[in-house]
């Protein structure tokens, strides 16, 4: 059973302190298997209580070895399980008590039921979920869903379902209504991302309408690598035009 515990406090040694690591480290560490993860991101489960890295006296974050290894347990939690916060809190909770907790499916959280043991294929894909599992994982109602959905920063794909992004966008949201900033006020990035968006697909347009079956594949791999790569631009820009610089 994979046992996740906190970490945290305690006096240590010196080579206990040489085993801590800085967020960046540890954002560097997870980003081969998490692609997706941020800083913010780190930092949201940790005010959510699921992770408690130890704090230097100028207030730095440490994180140990077992902290990281919890802290990538969560994220398959979300990113495998689509489970909100609150179930994962109370898996984590009960192996912390020693207890054998099978993760439990979306489907019967909110069913309050259902049959143990059923195929986890039967849930949602990494790939892909629905409305009601979208719903559990960014914690939200009906009403802020469909607000968001009105702004254009969720849009629902032609068979109903939602794609991996529009988790990460939904997540995103989330976490910044945190600190006082409501959907309305996210059109303008919104639209910015749309100029991006637009201007890489102007560089990749002539590789997919190449004859060459390979360099149209090509074509997906360079729309990656660009979208990368303007993602890191416009954080640096917003970083200068703030005047800080994450850690």
């Known amino acids: 059973m994979l046992q996740t515990p906190r970490g945290g406090a305690g006096t240590g040694t010196a080579a206990a302190d040489r085993r801590l690591m800085s967020i960046g480290t540890v954002l560097n560490t997870l980003r081969d ?70 993760l439990p499916s979306p489907g019967r959280q909110r069913d309050g039921g259902g049959p143990r043991g059923q195929d986890e294929a039967e849930g949602p894909t990494a790939a892909r979920v629905g409305r009601d599992e979208l719903l559990a994982v960014a914690e939200i109602d009906e009403g802020q869903l469909a607000e968001w959905e009105t702004f254009g920063l969720v849009t629902r794909l032609p068979d109903g379902g939602y794609d991996a992004e529009a988790v990460t966008v939904a997540s995103l949201v989330v976490e910044l209504g945190r600190f006082g900033i409501e959907p309305r006020h996210l059109r303008a990035m919104k639209a910015a991302a749309d100029r991006e968006a637009g201007l890489v697909d102007q560089v990749v347009a002539p590789l997919r309408r190449h004859r060459n079956p390979q360099t149209r594949a090509h074509a997906e791999a360079r729309t990656k690598e660009l979208a990368g790569l303007t993602g890191k631009l416009h954080s640096a820009l917003v970083q200068t035009a703030l005047g800080v610089r994450l850690p």
């Open 33 to 102: 298997e998490f692609p997706e993860v941020t800083i913010s991101k780190i930092r949201f489960l940790e005010a959510e209580g699921l992770i408690e890295p130890q704090r230097t006296p100028s207030g730095y974050r440490k994180f140990s070895p077992e902290d990281v290894e919890r802290l990538a347990h969560v994220l398959r939690m979300q990113r495998d399980h689509y489970l909100p916060l609150k179930v994962i809190r109370e898996h984590l909770e009960a192996l912390e008590r020693g207890e054998r907790a099978p």
